[in-house]
C-alpha cells in the first residue's frame, strides 16, 4: 500500500460530548454579583407558545459558580483584585466537592483588560498544576460577556476528554508511520493536533464545514463562486452559503442549546434528510419529520428493523432509487417492505397507492428544504435567484431540480463523488489558525499607525502559529449602536479605506449604508493559512458516454421512462437530458424533465434549465 | 377546489415562506435597532378577502394583529399595486409607534391579496423623544397620527416632519416598502409555479385546515362562563388599580372571550384598541394549539373577542394607547390563563406578566465643547409561571414579549451607566408540586445626571399561582433603597442606585411532595 503522508481527521467527539452532556466537571470562576450570567442567558426563552419549555441547563452546575469581588469597566479596573480575594478563590476552588476536572475563568471587561484574569489564572495554575484552565481572554477576547463566558466554559468541559483523545490517535497515528496528522475545526481549516487539544471548543461545529469546503472547490473549479450548499444526510439536511468563492461564517452558533461563539462556517440544519418519517396530522395534512428513523433502524426499506415510512422508501417506490444497486455501505434495499410502510400510512388525502403517497412525501420534503433554503440565504441578504444549488450527501442531488424550481434558481451543480464530498473538503482543507482582538474605537480617531500597532501581536501570534503561512487581516465594523457587526478584509493601515470598504460590504449584504451613522471597529481578526496541495478531479476512468439503460421512474405523479447513467464514470462534455437518474457509488441525482445536465471536467454534472 | 394532504403541507410552506422571507427582509435591511435585533415587527400575507394567509410574527404581541388594518384599507377602494401606511389606533393601528404599510398586490391586474409588514418605530414625535410618554392623557401627545393614506413622497414627507429621528425612519420605511415588494413578489411567484386558481384555492383551503385544526383542539376544552380578574397597578396618571374583567366560553371549538367588567377608559395610556386586546388572547390560545397549526385567519376565525364599547381594552378616541401593547396586553394574556386554569384547564400559572420597561435618558458631551441628547431603554425578564408538566423557567421574558437583553459590556461602554449587579431572584418563583421561575435583579448606578423612567407592573398585584400551586413573588423598583411605584419617572444624580426586582412566576399544583424545582 501507499505510504500516507497526512491524515486529515473530522471528528464529533467535541459534538457529542455537548449533546450527551459529558465533558468534564467544570468549575467556573467569574466576577461577583454576576454568577447567574449562564442562567440569565440573553433572557429570551427558549419558545414562544410553549412556556413548559426551557433552555438547557448550563454546562457548570450553579453551586460550582466561584464570584470573585473585582471589578473591571470599559476603561479599566473600578475595583481591584486584592491578593487575599486571589487566595480566597484559589481555596474556594480547591474546596469544591467533587473536585473540578477543569476549570473556565471569565470576568467582565476582560476581553478588553485581562490583568484580574491574568492573575487568577496564574494562582489557579500554581495551586492545581493538573487542572486544565481556560480562560476568557484567550478563548474568545471579544464583548458581550454571556456568549464569552459559555464558549470558555465549553472549552474547559471539552479539553480534557478531546485533547486525551488527540494524544491517543497522534499516538497511533505516528506508531503506523503516517508522518502528520491533522484536525478540522468549526471554521473549515485544520490545526496540529496540539493546537487542537487547547481549542477544543473550535472543534465543536466542524462536523458539517468540510462539506462547504468540498462545495467551494468544486464550485471554483467549475467556475461558479457563489453557491447555496445542501448535505442531505439520514436525519437532516444542512445548509449553507458560499459568496465570492469563500464559505460564509457566522459566530452566532449553539451546538445542542450551548452557545458556541467561535468562528465557524455558517451551517442552518433542518429536520429533513432520508430517514425523516412521514405521517398524517390530525387534520388531514401529510407531515414529514422532524421525526427520523435515523441509521438505525432507519427506513423501512434497509430491512434493519425500522416499519415506518420515510423519504428514502419513498424514493425506492418511485425507482429514483433501485433495488438492484446497494447504497453505501452495502445496504440492500427492500422495495416491498417499503411499500408496506408508505401503505400503512392508510388512505392520504384519498390515495392509498404507495406510488401517489410516495410522490407526497417528496413533495412535502422539497417543500420543508426550500423553506429553509430560502431562510436561510434572505436572512443574509443573498438572493437564491443569483446562486447555483449545490446539492450533496446520498440523496441530496435527488432533491436538485424540485429545490431549484421552488426556488427559482437556475443551475445545479452536482459534485464529482456527492457522498464523498465532505472527505474531500477535509482533505484539501487549508491549515487554517483564526486569532481575534477587541479595539472598540470609532474609526474617525484611528490612524494608520493605531491599526498597525493593534494588529501587531495578532499578526506574530499568527506567524507563531503557522510559520511560512499567508495572514489575512479583517476586521468587524459596525454602525454605532447597532447590535450586529460586519467582517471587512483589510489590506494597508489606512483607516478611511476600511471605512469605504465596510459601507460597500453594508451596502451589498444589507441594501443600504446608514444614515451618517459613526463607523466603529469592534474587532480585529488575524486569520493565518497554509494551503496544501489542492485535489484533482480528472479521472481517467471517466469514459461512459451513453446511458447504460433505462427505467420506468414516477415524476410528479406520471410514470416516465428515465435514461440511467453511471453517475461517478461520465465523461466530459457529456449531455443528459431528463428525465435521467445518475447512479453513483455513494449518491443518487435525479435530473428532471426540462433540466438538461452538461459534464464539466471536473466530474461534476451542471443541470441547467433548457 | 379542495387541497390533498400533500398540497395542503406543501402550499402550507410555501405561503408561509414568503411572510418569513418578508420578515427577513425587513430585519435584514432595517436601521434601527428596535426592528433589527428587538425584532419589534411582523410581516403578513393576506388574501384579497382581507383574511391572514401566513405570518411570521417575531414576538407575540403581534399576533394577528393586523386584521384590522387590512380591514381599514378595504374600505378604501384599493387598486392594485397600492401601498398604504397607517398607526392610527383608532383606524387599523395598535400604538402610534408601529407604523403598518399595506401593499395590494397586483396579481393580472386585479388585487389579488394584501402585503403587510410592521415594524415599532422608536420614535413618531410627540412631546417625549421615544413617543411612549408616561402620563399622557390624549393620543395627540403621543406623535403623529396617520390614519390610512396611500404612501406617497409628499406622505412620507409630512411625516418625516414630524419625527425626531427622520434619516433613521426613512431607512426603516424603505425597509419595511422592500419587505412589501417581496411579499408582492413571492406571492406572485407562486401564481407563476402553481397557476393562479390554484393559489387562491389553497389559500382558502389553508384558512379552513387550521380553522378545523384549531377548533379540534380547543373543541376538546369544555368551558362556560370561566371568569377572572386582575388589575393593572395604576395607569400613569393615577396610581389606582384598573380591572381587568374576562369571561371565557369554549363552545364547540370557539374560544370566547368577553370583557364586560373591564374598567373603563383610563385618563393615562393603558388603554388599548380591541386589536391589541385580540392579539393577546389569540396569544393564549396559540399556546393551548398543536405547534404545527399554521398561524393564520383559520385560527382566528375560532376565537371571538368582544368588550364593551369605551372601555379600556376597546379605547375610546382620543385615549392614549402608548402602553398598552406593553403592560395591559401582558394583563389580559394574564387574565385570561388565570380564568382558563380557574376552570380546571391544564395551562401555566401566571407568570412576571410585566416587561419591566426602564429608560434611561440625559445629556452628554459629544466631543467639541457639543452636547447631545441620549435614551437607552431595556426591558427585563422574570420568571415565568410553572406548567402542569415542568417548573417555570427564570429570567425570561413570558407572555407578549420576547426581546433579548442588552449584554452589561455594551451598556456600560455606550452610556454612563454601570450595572452592580445582575442575578436571578432566588426564592421568588412561587412553590408548587412544580415551582414558578425566578425573577430577577438588575441593579444600575448612575455615572452622570440623568432621568429615569419605569413603566412596570405586579408591583402589588403578585404572579397568581395555579392549581394550588403559590404566587410568585412581587416586583419592586428601589431609588437608593426606597421603593417607587409601579410607574414612575426620577431623576438620578451620580452615584444613585436603582434596583429593579422583577416578578417570580406562579407555582403550579400543591406543593405536598416536595417542591421540584
Redesign the interface.
Known amino acids: 500500500s501507499l505510504p500516507i503522508d497526512v491524515l486529515i481527521h473530522g471528528t464529533t467527539i467535541a459534538t457529542n460530548a455537548l449533546l450527551e452532556r459529558r465533558g468534564a466537571r467544570v468549575a467556573l470562576v467569574t466576577t461577583k ?5 449562564l ?8 419558545a ?8 438547557p441547563s448550563p454546562l457548570v452546575a450553579r453551586a460550582d459558580v466561584v464570584g470573585v469581588a473585582e471589578r473591571t ?2 476603561e479599566g479596573v ?1 475595583e481591584p483584585l486584592h491578593q487575599d480575594e486571589v487566595v480566597r478563590v484559589v481555596a474556594a476552588v480547591r474546596a469544591l466537592e467533587p473536585p473540578a476536572e477543569a476549570l473556565a475563568v471569565a470576568l ?2 476582560a ?1 478588553r483588560h485581562a490583568e484580574h484574569e491574568r492573575r487568577l489564572v496564574a494562582a489557579l495554575r500554581d495551586a492545581l498544576p493538573a487542572i486544565p484552565i481556560a480562560a476568557s481572554h484567550e478563548v474568545l477576547p471579544v ?4 456568549e464569552r463566558t459559555s464558549t470558555t466554559t465549553v472549552e474547559a468541559y471539552l479539553r480534557p476528554k478531546v485533547s486525551a483523545y488527540l494524544g491517543r490517535l497522534e499516538r497511533d497515528v505516528r506508531a503506523r508511520g503516517i508522518g502528520m496528522l491533522r484536525v478540522m475545526t468549526s471554521s473549515g481549516g485544520t490545526l496540529p493536533p496540539g493546537a487542537a487539544a487547547t481549542r477544543a471548543a473550535s472543534l465543536a461545529l466542524s462536523g458539517p464545514a468540510g462539506g462547504v469546503i468540498g462545495a467551494r472547490l468544486v464550485g471554483a473549479a467549475v467556475g461558479l463562486p457563489d453557491l447555496l450548499t445542501l448535505d442531505m444526510g439520514g436525519t437532516s439536511a444542512d445548509a449553507s452559503l458560499v459568496t465570492g468563492g469563500s464559505p460564509l461564517g457566522d459566530s452566532g452558533g449553539t451546538v445542542a442549546g450551548v452557545a458556541v461563539a467561535l468562528p465557524a462556517v455558517l451551517i442552518e440544519t433542518v429536520s429533513a434528510g432520508g430517514g425523516s418519517i412521514a405521517r ?9 419529520g422532524p421525526e427520523s428513523a435515523g441509521a438505525v433502524p432507519g427506513p423501512a426499506c434497509y430491512g434493519r428493523g425500522g416499519d415506518r415510512p420515510t423519504v428514502t422508501d419513498a424514493c425506492l417506490v418511485l425507482r429514483w432509487l433501485d433495488a438492484q444497486h446497494p447504497l453505501a455501505d452495502a445496504v440492500r434495499l427492500d422495495r416491498d417492505a417499503a411499500e408496506d410502510a408508505l401503505r400503512s400510512l392508510g388512505s ?4 392509498s397507492d404507495p406510488t401517489a403517497i410516495a ?2 412525501i417528496v ?2 420534503a422539497a ?2 428544504m ?2 429553509a433554503l ?2 436561510v440565504s ?4 443573498l438572493d437564491p435567484r443569483r446562486m447555483a444549488l449545490l446539492p450533496f450527501g446520498g440523496a441530496g442531488p435527488l432533491f436538485g431540480c424540485q429545490l431549484a ?2 426556488l ?1 434558481m437556475r443551475t445545479i451543480v452536482i459534485p464529482p463523488h456527492p457522498g464523498a464530498l465532505s472527505a474531500l473538503g477535509l482533505a484539501a482543507a487549508a491549515e487554517r489558525v483564526d486569532l481575534l482582538a477587541s479595539l ?1 474605537r470609532a474609526l474617525d480617531g484611528l490612524s494608520s499607525g493605531d491599526l498597525a500597532t493593534a494588529f501587531a501581536p495578532l499578526l506574530e501570534e499568527g506567524r507563531r502559529q503557522v510559520p511560512e503561512g499567508s495572514l489575512l487581516r479583517y476586521v468587524d465594523c459596525r ?6 457587526e460586519v467582517t471587512v478584509p483589510v489590506t494597508g493601515d489606512d483607516p478611511q479605506r476600511i471605512r469605504d470598504a465596510f459601507l460597500v460590504e453594508h451596502r451589498a ?4 449604508a ?3 451613522q459613526r463607523v466603529e471597529l469592534v474587532n480585529l481578526r488575524v486569520v493565518a493559512l497554509r494551503e496544501g496541495p489542492l485535489p484533482r478531479f480528472a479521472d481517467a476512468r471517466r469514459v461512459v458516454q451513453r446511458p447504460g439503460a433505462s427505467r420506468p421512474i414516477t415524476l410528479r405523479g406520471a410514470r416516465v421512462s428515465a435514461s440511467v447513467w453511471a453517475l461517478d464514470e461520465l465523461a466530459a462534455g457529456v449531455t443528459i437530458a431528463g428525465p435521467a437518474i445518475l447512479a453513483g457509488r455513494n449518491a443518487t441525482a435525479l435530473v428532471e424533465p426540462g433540466w438538461r445536465g452538461t459534464v464539466h471536467p471536473s466530474g461534476a454534472v451542471l443541470v441547467e434549465r433548457t | 377546489m379542495t387541497l390533498d394532504a400533500v398540497g395542503l403541507e406543501v402550499m402550507g410552506h410555501a405561503f408561509a415562506s414568503v411572510a418569513e422571507e418578508m420578515g427577513l427582509v425587513l430585519i435584514h435591511s432595517a436601521v434601527s435597532p428596535n426592528i433589527r435585533e428587538r425584532r419589534d415587527c411582523s410581516a403578513a400575507l393576506f388574501d384579497a378577502a382581507g383574511e391572514m394567509v401566513a405570518q411570521a410574527a417575531h414576538i407575540p404581541v403581534h399576533l394577528g394583529a393586523m386584521h384590522e388594518s387590512v380591514a381599514a384599507v378595504r374600505g378604501l377602494a384599493p387598486g392594485p399595486g397600492d401601498v398604504f401606511i397607517l398607526n392610527d389606533p383608532y383606524t387599523g393601528g395598535s400604538h402610534l409607534p408601529d407604523i403598518t404599510l399595506i401593499g395590494t398586490i397586483d396579481v393580472d391586474g386585479a388585487v389579488g391579496g394584501y402585503s403587510v409588514v410592521r415594524a415599532h418605530h422608536s420614535d413618531v414625535g410627540g412631546v417625549q423623544a421615544g413617543s411612549m410618554p408616561a402620563g399622557a392623557r390624549e393620543i395627540f401627545a403621543e406623535g403623529v397620527i396617520v390614519p390610512p393614506l396611500r404612501l406617497t413622497a409628499d406622505v412620507e414627507r409630512f411625516l418625516l416632519a414630524n419625527v425626531r429621528t427622520a434619516e433613521t425612519r426613512r431607512a426603516d420605511l424603505a425597509a419595511q416598502r422592500a419587505a412589501v415588494a417581496r411579499g408582492a413578489e413571492g406571492l406572485r411567484a407562486l401564481a407563476a409555479r402553481y397557476g393562479w386558481a390554484a393559489v387562491r384555492g389553497a389559500a382558502t383551503d389553508l384558512l379552513d385546515y387550521a380553522e378545523r385544526r384549531a377548533r379540534d383542539a380547543l373543541g376538546r376544552l369544555t368551558a362556560t362562563a370561566l371568569t377572572a380578574t386582575d388589575w393593572l397597578e395604576g395607569d400613569g396618571v393615577d396610581d389606582a388599580d384598573l380591572a381587568i374583567r374576562v369571561r371565557v366560553d369554549i363552545t364547540d371549538g370557539v374560544f370566547h372571550v368577553d370583557f364586560t367588567g373591564t374598567a373603563p377608559a383610563a385618563r393615562g395610556n393603558v388603554n388599548c384598541p380591541l386589536a391589541v386586546a385580540r392579539s393577546a388572547v389569540l396569544f393564549v390560545v396559540r399556546t393551548l394549539l398543536p405547534e404545527d397549526v399554521p398561524t393564520n385567519g383559520g385560527v382566528q376565525r375560532a376565537v371571538r373577542v368582544t368588550a364593551p364599547p369605551e372601555c379600556l381594552v376597546n379605547a375610546r378616541f382620543p385615549s392614549a394607547v402608548a402602553a398598552g401593547n406593553v403592560e395591559t396586553s401582558q394583563r389580559i394574556a394574564d387574565t385570561v390563563f388565570l380564568a382558563l386554569a380557574a376552570g380546571g384547564i391544564a395551562v401555566p400559572a401566571q407568570g412576571q406578566g410585566t416587561m419591566n420597561n426602564v429608560t434611561f435618558g440625559g445629556m452628554r458631551d459629544t466631543g467639541s465643547g457639543m452636547r447631545d441628547g441620549w435614551t437607552y431603554y431595556e426591558t427585563i425578564g422574570g420568571g415565568q409561571g410553572a406548567s402542569p408538566t415542568a417548573p417555570g423557567p427564570s429570567g425570561v421574558h413570558v407572555g407578549m414579549s420576547n426581546t433579548r437583553n442588552t449584554p452589561i459590556e455594551v451598556l456600560e461602554m455606550e452610556y454612563p451607566l454601570r450595572v452592580k449587579s445582575y442575578a436571578l431572584r432566588p426564592g421568588s418563583g412561587g412553590v408548587g408540586r412544580w415551582s414558578g421561575g425566578e425573577g430577577v435583579i438588575r441593579e444600575f448606578e448612575a455615572l452622570a445626571p440623568m432621568e429615569a423612567s419605569i413603566l412596570a407592573e405586579r408591583r402589588r398585584h403578585a404572579p397568581r399561582g395555579a392549581a394550588g400551586g403559590r404566587d410568585g413573588a412581587r416586583g419592586s423598583t428601589c431609588l437608593n433603597g426606597a421603593p417607587l411605584n409601579p410607574k414612575v419617572s426620577v431623576s438620578l444624580a451620580p452615584g444613585d442606585v436603582l434596583r429593579v426586582e422583577t416578578p417570580g412566576g406562579g407555582g403550579w399544583g400543591e406543593p405536598e411532595r416536595g417542591d421540584k424545582r
Open positions: 454579583g454576576f454568577e447567574d450570567l442562567w440569565l442567558r440573553r433572557q429570551d426563552r427558549a414562544l407558545y410553549d412556556l413548559a419549555r426551557d433552555h469597566g470599559p473600578l467582565l471587561f476581553f464583548f458581550r460577556e454571556f398524517v396530522d390530525e387534520g388531514g395534512a401529510l407531515k414529514v392520504v388525502g384519498g390515495a410522490a407526497g413533495a412535502v417543500a420543508v426550500a423553506r430560502k431562510r434572505v436572512a443574509r441578504g424550481e421552488a427559482g472598540h454602525f454605532a449602536g447597532q447590535g450586529y449584504r444589507f441594501g443600504h446608514g444614515s451618517d
